[in-house]
């Protein structure tokens, strides 16, 4: 007679213990994750850059949080049909495209319809001119940033996240919430950090130190119950 087997395959009964476990830590330990406010700011094209101060390179003014990323010694003026934004800075290093990223509030005043759209993303982006020093040019690159979390692909994958997938995030305080269609984006060296533009960080009261708590694409709640 055969001798009887364990009824629960064990590569199965494992993998059944990772699901619980993940989801379990998840309600009792949601991530959090650092913000950071993105005020009105200008990406350039390596062109761009030449275009409007004649140099081949911007020059580093202040590390933000993602590595090999700066705020630029360099500004521009933003002029758009009503309005005009002076010393708007610029975020190094060049990108492929010329990128202007302002809030919804800010392209109410300068009479723009800019899109919702992911950076890099300038299919509907609003035309907009950009003044430097040395010239001027005039760009179909201005966009309200879509709201994004950064962090590096490993990190994403431990918590069941990949690139390009949406989450929502959990904000305390007296103007707290909980805010929908965040994106996740990934790439190696970047850490973990919440892109909000100052339109939604004055909404729920957010500030470049301001920690909140990611909840589950599936929509479990991690929020200590305080949702
Ligand atoms: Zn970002």
Redesign the pocket.
């Known amino acids: 007679m055969a001798t009887t087997t364990s009824p629960l395959d064990p590569g199965l009964a494992d993998t059944v213990a990772q699901q619980v476990c993940a989801q379990v830590g998840w309600m009792l330990n949601p991530p959090l994750i650092v913000t ?1 406010v ?1 005020n009105r700011h200008v990406h350039l094209s390596a062109e761009d850059l030449r275009t409007l101060f004649g140099v081949e390179e911007f020059t580093p003014h202040r590390q933000v949080r ?1 590595p090999g990323e700066f705020a630029a010694a360099e500004t521009v003026t933003v002029v758009g049909p009503k309005h005009t934004f002076e010393q708007v800075r610029c975020m190094g290093p060049c990108r492929k495209a010329t990128q202007v990223e302002i809030s919804l509030t800010d392209a109410r005043a300068l009479g723009l319809e800019a899109p919702v759209a992911q ?1 890099g993303h300038l299919e509907n982006a609003a035309l907009v001119t950009i003044e430097g020093p040395q010239g001027t040019v005039r760009r179909p690159a201005a966009i309200a ?1 879509a709201r ?1 979390i ?1 962090m590096g692909d490993a990190h994403a994958a431990s918590l069941g996240l990949k690139d390009q997938d949406t989450v929502s995030v959990a904000i305390d305080g007296p103007r707290g919430g909980i805010i929908d269609h965040v994106i996740i ?1 990934t790439k190696p060296e970047w850490v973990p ?1 919440l ?1 909000v533009d100052t339109d939604e960080a004055n909404a729920l009261g957010l500030t470049s130190t301001s920690f909140v708590r990611l909840i589950r694409p599936d929509g479990v709640e991690t929020t200590g119950g305080r949702r």
């Open positions: 950071g993105s993602q950076s940033a994004h950064h984006r950090e892109h």
